[in-house]
Structure formats: C-alpha cells, structure tokens
C-alpha cells in the first residue's frame, strides 16, 4: 500500500472542482492555480521514477482486501512501465499549461479551460495507474469527453466539426471497448488485470480470445490512431488550442492508447505471433503512410499531426517487432532492445512533438496564421522559437546530438539484429521524408524571405510560453542521455521487464 | 442465446446508422442504439435464469442471486453514456447555428 498513488487522481479533480468554484471570485487564480497543482505533480511522478525501479507499488481503494486470494477491490498499480508514462503525463501537462497563462488571453472562459485540462491530466493519469479493466474505461472516458470539450474550444465552424468527427469515432472505440471487457467479463468473472491473466492461463476457447482481442485491439487503436483509424486524428489536433495539440499529440494518444494496447497485449493476453504480427503490420503501415500524408500539408498544425501517426507508427512497430520476437521464444535480448527502442521512442516524442506544437502556438500567437507560405522571416524577430523549433524538427527527424537519433538507431539495430530487414528499410526512408518535411517547416516558416509587410513589427512571445519552450528543447537534449547503459539500466530496464516476463506483472500483483 | 444474438443486431443496427445516414441527429441517435446494446450485452452476463436481486437473505441459502457486478458497471456506463450524449448534442446545436443545416454533406471545411 503505498499512500502517494491516488493522488495523482485525487489532486487534479480536486483541482478542476476548486477552480469551478474559487475561480469564480478570484480573477487569476485558475492559471497559476493548475500550474501549481501540475508542478506538484510532476515532483511526485519524479519521485516515484526514481524510488519504483523493479518493485511494483499497489493500493487497494478502500482498503479492501482480497479474500481466498482473489482481489476483490480496485486496485491501483506503480510499476516500471507506468511510471514512464505518469512522468511524461504531469511534465508535459506541467509545462502546457504553464504555456497556457499567456497564450489563453485568445479565448474567453479560462477557467472552463483549466477546469478540463485538470479532467484531462487525471483522466490519463488514472487510466495509466488503474490496475482494471473498467476502471481503465472509466477514467478513459474522462479523459476523452474532455478532450471532445476543448478540441472544440474556439467554437468555430471547424473546431466544431473536428469534435464532432472525433466524437462519432471516438464513441465507437468506447462501445468497442466496453464490448470487449463485458467479453472478457463473461469468459473469466473478473475485471482485474492480473486476475484475468491468471484466469485465462488455466484455458480459455481460442476463437473468443480472437474476437475479444481484436476488439480491444480496434478500439484502443482508434484511441491511439493507428492507421486505418486515424481520420479524426488530423482534424481533432489540429483544430485544437495548441498547449492542448500539444497535450494530445505529445501525451493524449499514448497513454489512452498506445499504453493500453501494450500493457494488456504483454501483461493480461498470453502473446501469440499472429496477433504479433498483426500488430506490426499496422504499426508499419502507419509510420509509412502517415510520412506520405505529411509532406504535402501547408497547415503547420496538421503537417505536425500527420507526423505524430507515422512516429507512433514507429513506437508501435518496435513493440511489435519485440512481441513477435517474445511470442517465438528465441533471441529475448534482442526482443528487450526493441522494446527498449520503442519506449525510448514514446518518451522522446512526447518531448519533441509537444515543443513542436507549442512552436506552432507561439506562430499562430504573434501572426495569427498556421499557413507556411503565408510566413517567413520569423527567425530574425522570434530568436527563441526559430532555435528551439529547430532544436525538435531535428529530433524528430532523427539528427545525430539529439534525443531521436537515439532512439530510431535502436529501432533499426533492433529491426536488422531480428532479420526484419524490409522493416529497417522503411524506417530509414521515413526518417529522411521526415527530415525533409521539416526542412520545408523550417525554411518557409523561419528562414524564407518574408513577403508579407505586416510581419516586420513582430516580437517573441511572452515569458510562459518561451519558458515552456525552452524547457522542453533542454528535456530534447538531455533524453539523449538515455542512451548511456547506466541511465538506460534504471529507468527503461525495469519497465522492459515487466513487459518481457509473462507472469511477473499478474503474480507480483496477486500476492500482494 | 437468442437474446445475444439480438443484441449483436442491435449494435449493428446503430453502426448501420452512424455510418449511412446523412442527419447530424440520426448520427447522434445511431450511436445511443449502440450504446444501449452494449448496455443491454452487459445485464444478459450477469443474468441467471430463475435468479433473484442479489439482496443476501440467511434463512434461505439455496436462493440463486443474479450477478451484482454487471449492473453496477452498466449504471456507471449509462452516466458516461449520458455525459457524451449531451456533450455530442451540444457540439450538434452549436454546428446548427454555424451552418444552418443538419446536413453533413454541408459540413465539409477539414480536407486532406
């Protein structure tokens, strides 16, 4: 039982509910309010990082214990994996909503804004922390209704119609879901995690557990957009305020969807290479197409969302490829270094992909335009966002110093060491069109000659939003650090275990 | 068994709807259907044949009780169901006084 592990629910309803009501009264409270409710946060979730390693933290709500040992209760569950993903969550949401202090001065209604930004951070963070399956749809659908609440914030004719087009799709994957827990319901009589796995490890009807997959594995990929279920993806992220763009390309998808996929396909599904293979497939498919779709936008926002469908592509076809590798049995260090590839992925772009949508904010900010060929010139009056926005283009297009470098070389080893050479391939060539459509980025947007004379009176955006900026393109810098063996040994390793081990996760959690 | 298989038609009832029909309302009504097939999938699981509510009575120990656990889970699912209903409806109104039609051939800004 470790007390410290509700609050990362706890705090930001609380939060969203004080600043309803105290928001009202005091003018400023709700910015700097969410921030301080973030920053303590983050310092929890980096606490946890560092204290977790190999052991895994669990606390019963309400204190109810299992009987004949059988939980009985919710569990909520620390463990390598998830507290990578709970400190990208309240660093990103941290540094977003630090952003938000000057760049909401655009909208009216700041405290409904904050007010779902706080649902939206607790949402994630329990579906990250919940230990079963309704549980996980539960705080999903948090997270998600708000989500459909601020994409639409502008309320205009499109932000309106990328929420309604998300909605649509968005309320399919959570029918599909809760079909597949009340499936899964049926079949073993329990919603925990670890339970289920024990459950199904005594037999299970093999054609069932085909459908039951399936349908989780379509209706958390719609969540995570995964390429024949990326068409809100586009519309929704871009049409967004951007620190939100940021929120969910950054951090959105990968814990309500990504996450999810990987944590119940390694920890509650025995792993069989079909569903491997089908899962790479996708993943392929994805960071293939999603780069062809990218480099003809001229809309800076949905040229980034676009590249966030091919560089998860590229996070779930490194997981894919370990999977194939753990379902055959043979080579597990290779598998554990494509896992390793794909989670280093997963961190790296949620740095880089958030600083590239704040990027965008600040542009939208200062010229009120997300054209590329309506800009030019903005590196000699916005110094700041030209250097950082650089900084992320070349990290996601993979340049050596920084963090993506590192991170696509493990994919690639791991894909060649495996003997998936075509694979290897396709992730270089989409690394150079990635590189390509940011060097169109840069240049229009930065570099160009402008021709537009309005532009000549512009200046850097306020404070908040360069220190957020900067902040992130230090974070850029310093990942690359994980590559060092040491670095790597206590933070990704632990996480890399409790995928790679079948029975670790639902033993460890049924003992306790 | 028949009670599943209608529920199974029910839910492709609705995915019929939302994806054939052209009314931004009829969407939005498509989408309850399958959300209450979902609904009605979860009670048939925790239903017994001759079983009673699950109110604990000693003094008759052979009683069959229906199973409580799915119907705490679709109460809860019904509140979130209730949450994105409204949520769609409002979105619905608002594209209303935007376009002036219901239509959604009309709404077609976001391309590519």
Known sequence: ?512 | MIAYIMCFILFLVGLYGVITRRNLIKIAVSLSIMEISTFLFFTLIGYIDGGVAPIVDPTDPVKVYVDPLPQALVLTAIVIGLATTAMLMAVIIRLYRKYGTFDIREIKNLRG
């Open chain 1, 1 to 512: 039982m470790n007390p410290l592990i509700p609050l990362f629910v706890i705090i930001p309803l609380a939060g969203a509910f004080l600043i309803m009501i105290i928001g009202r009264f005091i003018e400023e409270f709700n910015k700097y309010f969410t921030s301080l409710v973030l920053l303590l946060l983050t310092c929890i979730s980096f606490y946890f990082l560092f204290t977790t390693g190999e052991k895994i933290f669990v606390y019963k709500v309400g204190g109810w214990e299992p009987i004949n040992s059988l939980p009985i209760g919710i569990y909520m569950v620390m463990d390598g994996f998830s507290v990578i993903v709970v400190c990208i969550i309240n660093l990103i949401g941290f540094l977003s909503a630090f952003y938000s202090i000057s760049y909401i001065k655009r909208y009216t209604a700041g405290n409904y804004f904050y007010a779902l930004f706080c649902l939206l951070i607790g949402g994630m963070n329990g579906v990250v922390l919940s230990g079963d399956l309704f549980n996980i749809f539960v705080f999903l659908e948090i997270s998600v209704i708000s989500s459909y609440a601020l994409v639409a914030f502008g309320v205009e004719s499109n932000e309106l119609e990328a929420s309604f087009k998300y909605q649509i799709l968005g309320g399919l994957a959570s029918f599909l879901i809760l079909f597949g827990i009340g499936f899964i319901y049926w079949k073993t009589k329990t919603l925990n995690i670890a339970d289920i796995k024990a459950s199904f490890s005594s037999g299970y009807n093999k054609t069932t557990y085909l459908f039951i997959q399936i349908l989780i594995l379509s209706g958390f990929g719609l969540k995570a957009a995964i390429i024949p279920f990326h068409a809100w993806l586009p519309d929704a992220h871009s049409s967004a305020p951007s620190p939100i763009s940021a929120m969910l390309s950054g951090v959105f998808i990968k814990a309500v969807g990504i996450y999810v996929i990987i944590r119940l396909f390694f920890n509650m599904f025995a792993i069989s290479e079909g569903m491997a293979v089908l899962i790479t497939a996708l993943g392929t498919v994805s960071m293939v197409i999603g780069v062809f779709l990218a480099i003809g936008q001229w809309d800076i926002k949905r040229l980034l969302a676009y590249h966030s469908i091919s560089q998860m592509g590229y996070v779930v076809m490194s997981v894919g490829i370990g999977m194939i590798l753990v379902s055959r049995g043979t080579k597990p260090e290779i598998a554990s270094l494509a896992i390793a590839g794909g989670l280093f992925h997963l961190v790296n772009h949620a740095a880089f992909k958030g600083l590239l949508f704040l990027n965008a904010g600040a542009i939208e900010y200062t010229i009120g335009t997300r054209n590329l060929k309506e800009m030019g010139g903005l590196a000699k009056s916005m110094p700041v966002t030209s250097a950082t926005s650089f900084i992320a283009s070349m990290s996601i297009s993979g340049v050596p110093p920084f963090n993506g470098f590192f991170s696509k070389l493990i994919i690639i080893i791991a894909a060649v060491m495996a003997k998936f050479y075509l694979l290897a391939a396709l992730a270089v060539i989409v690394s150079i069109i990635t590189l390509a459509s940011f060097l169109k980025f840069q240049r229009y947007a930065f570099f160009n000659r402008s021709n537009n004379s309005k532009n000549h009176n512009i200046r850097e955006v306020p404070f908040p939003m360069v220190f957020s900026m900067v902040v992130l393109s230090i974070i850029c810098v310093l990942l690359s650090l994980l590559v060092i063996p040491e670095i790597r040994d206590a933070i990704l390793t632990p996480a890399i275990n409790i995928l790679t081990d079948p029975v670790k996760y639902s033993t460890s959690i049924l003992v306790q």
